[in-house]
């Protein structure tokens, strides 16, 4: 586990090369923009856990997002 997180609603999955307020802007050379995908996430607490893998060349990160009980 990770820690525990309280959202106010949806988030949103970004690049972690980007910072949060490139979302949405234009690249300056106008190629494009930050990737970004939507995350339905009910307000609330939750228990975040995380895990990130790597393999010469090759990673992959996954989080889990689970409704925290207690304090």
């Known amino acids: 586990m990770c820690g525990v ?3 106010d609603g949806p988030a949103v999955l ?3 090369a980007e910072a ?3 979302l ?3 690249y300056p ?3 494009g923009r930050p990737d970004e995908a939507p995350v339905p996430v009910a307000a609330g607490r939750w228990r975040v856990r995380a895990f990130y893998k790597t393999d010469g060349c090759c990673s992959v990160g996954v989080v889990q997002l689970l ?3 207690g304090p």
């Open 14 to 16: 970004m690049d972690s």
């Open 67 to 69: 409704p925290a009980t």
């Open 5 to 7: 997180r309280e959202t």
């Open 29 to 31: 050379d106008g190629k």
């Open 20 to 22: 949060g307020g490139g």
């Open 24 to 26: 949405g802007v234009p």
